[in-house]
């Protein structure tokens, strides 16, 4: 088996639960939060700064590294972990909900997606056959299934057709797989429809893929209807297998996602805003360029521990952010990442000492944002 799973505690008043995620290139903690390094690096921070802010396991995309440099080129160079100084895990999106959220320059058939390249307008065409191909080149440990994540919000003609056509292409995806030290997760979509989420999840459980993944959701749906979603969806997952929510999410989505029984996580947000100069903390989010931290010269959080906040101030980092100097996002960066690394952390301690509902509780109250 190139990638299985552990439970080793289980919460019995949530359905939260600690585990350990074997792959070929390490073993993982869960609930784990994946750093996103959609072109084979997490935006601005070295391998080793990563793995210093506590990451162990990153995600990197099918579509961008088949666009850009090309998944043969990664395939000559030893695969995606070496062409990137990366020796941790690394999970592969498909590209399915990639080449949907192209809207226009796209066209679906039962085969599979044209799509002209956001690059240059080039055309191409992905199948799950394609999409297996490419994540064969890259060496990725844990690939996923090429789907169609249906937009919220959606007909339920709509979504009753893209889980129909997710579930058929589930099943090519396992035919044309065949890379021995690589696992493959199915999707389970099915919009926000119970019929079809109980539909996909059972299908897709037939097929018997070491792990199984939630999408279509945090697609803009409100978050109590994604909670909802989970509630029905979680349980019909084999207990025993790891469970990702793909997209997700902010720090209160990844503490109600541990409650219901969610093992990965992934999400651009701690990297996207720090982006544009803004720093999560425990009281929610700090936008780090306006005026009002001009002359701040306390850290970005208090009583963080993290580069950044040991070595720098607001009014420094505000400082870089406005003059568009790299070091200001590398910062901020550096902070958002171990913010959510400590965040896992303390809720691994918390699901260990069975107060992950205190927990819940404590955090949320205090963090204002999403
Ligand atoms: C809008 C954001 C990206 C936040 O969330 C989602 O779209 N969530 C759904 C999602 C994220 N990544 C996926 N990959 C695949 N193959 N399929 C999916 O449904 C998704």
Same mark, same amino acid.
């Given at each position: 088996m190139a990638v299985s799973f552990t439970i080793t505690y289980k919460d019995e008043s949530t359905g939260a639960r600690l585990g350990l995620l074997y792959t070929p290139h390490g073993t993982v903690e869960t609930p784990v939060f994946m750093p996103v390094g959609?072109? #084979?690096? /997490?935006?601005?921070?070295?391998p080793e700064e990563v793995r210093d802010i506590g990451g162990r396991m990153i995600l990197s995309n099918t579509y961008h590294l088949y666009l850009r440099p090309g998944h043969e080129l990664i395939r000559e160079a030893g695969g995606l972990h070496r062409f990137m100084h990366w020796d941790g895990p690394i999970l592969t999106d498909s590209g399915g909900f990639q080449v949907f959220s192209l809207g226009p320059l796209r066209k679906v058939s039962e085969e599979g997606v044209a799509f002209r390249s956001h690059i240059d307008g080039s055309e191409h065409f992905f199948s799950p056959e394609k999409a297996m191909e490419v994540q064969m080149a890259l060496g990725s440990d844990i690939a996923m299934a090429f789907d169609e994540c249906a937009p919220y919000p959606c007909s339920r003609e709509y979504a009753l057709a893209a889980t129909e056509r997710t579930t058929r292409w589930a099943r090519r995806c396992r035919t044309a797989h065949?890379?021995?030290d690589q696992g493959l997760f199915g999707i389970v979509q099915g919009g926000t429809f119970k019929d079809l989420r109980e539909r996909s999840a059972r299908e897709l459980v037939e097929l018997d893929f070491p792990g199984y993944a939630i999408g279509g @959701? +945090? /697609?803009?749906? !409100?978050k109590q209807l994604m909670y909802e979603v989970l509630d029905y969806t /979680? !349980? @019909?997952? $084999?207990?025993?297998k790891p469970r990702y929510l793909m997209g997700v999410g902010s720090p209160d989505c990844l503490v109600e996602g541990v409650l219901r029984g969610i093992d990965m996580f992934d999400c651009v947000l701690p990297t996207r805003i720090a982006r544009n100069g803004t720093a999560l903390t425990r009281q929610g989010r700090l936008v /780090?360029?306006? #005026?009002?931290? #001009?002359?701040?010269? +306390? $850290?970005?959080? !208090?009583d963080c521990d993290c580069y950044a906040c040991r070595n720098y101030t607001r009014a420094y980092i505000r400082h870089l952010i406005k003059a568009n100097e790299i070091l200001g996002i590398r910062l901020t960066t550096i902070h958002n990442l171990y913010f959510i690394m400590k965040l896992m952390e303390e809720i691994r301690a918390a699901v260990r000492q069975g107060r992950m509902l205190q927990f819940r509780d404590d955090f949320l109250r205090k963090y204002q944002g999403d």
């Amino acid at each position: 088996m190139a990638v299985s799973f552990t439970i080793t505690y289980k919460d019995e008043s949530t359905g939260a639960r600690l585990g350990l995620l074997y792959t070929p290139h390490g073993t993982v903690e869960t609930p784990v939060f994946m750093p996103v390094g959609t072109q #084979a690096t /997490v935006k601005t921070m070295t391998p080793e700064e990563v793995r210093d802010i506590g990451g162990r396991m990153i995600l990197s995309n099918t579509y961008h590294l088949y666009l850009r440099p090309g998944h043969e080129l990664i395939r000559e160079a030893g695969g995606l972990h070496r062409f990137m100084h990366w020796d941790g895990p690394i999970l592969t999106d498909s590209g399915g909900f990639q080449v949907f959220s192209l809207g226009p320059l796209r066209k679906v058939s039962e085969e599979g997606v044209a799509f002209r390249s956001h690059i240059d307008g080039s055309e191409h065409f992905f199948s799950p056959e394609k999409a297996m191909e490419v994540q064969m080149a890259l060496g990725s440990d844990i690939a996923m299934a090429f789907d169609e994540c249906a937009p919220y919000p959606c007909s339920r003609e709509y979504a009753l057709a893209a889980t129909e056509r997710t579930t058929r292409w589930a099943r090519r995806c396992r035919t044309a797989h065949d890379r021995e030290d690589q696992g493959l997760f199915g999707i389970v979509q099915g919009g926000t429809f119970k019929d079809l989420r109980e539909r996909s999840a059972r299908e897709l459980v037939e097929l018997d893929f070491p792990g199984y993944a939630i999408g279509g @959701l +945090s /697609v803009g749906e !409100p978050k109590q209807l994604m909670y909802e979603v989970l509630d029905y969806t /979680v !349980p @019909l997952l $084999p207990e025993e297998k790891p469970r990702y929510l793909m997209g997700v999410g902010s720090p209160d989505c990844l503490v109600e996602g541990v409650l219901r029984g969610i093992d990965m996580f992934d999400c651009v947000l701690p990297t996207r805003i720090a982006r544009n100069g803004t720093a999560l903390t425990r009281q929610g989010r700090l936008v /780090v360029r306006n #005026a009002e931290y #001009a002359r701040d010269f +306390s $850290p970005l959080e !208090p009583d963080c521990d993290c580069y950044a906040c040991r070595n720098y101030t607001r009014a420094y980092i505000r400082h870089l952010i406005k003059a568009n100097e790299i070091l200001g996002i590398r910062l901020t960066t550096i902070h958002n990442l171990y913010f959510i690394m400590k965040l896992m952390e303390e809720i691994r301690a918390a699901v260990r000492q069975g107060r992950m509902l205190q927990f819940r509780d404590d955090f949320l109250r205090k963090y204002q944002g999403d």
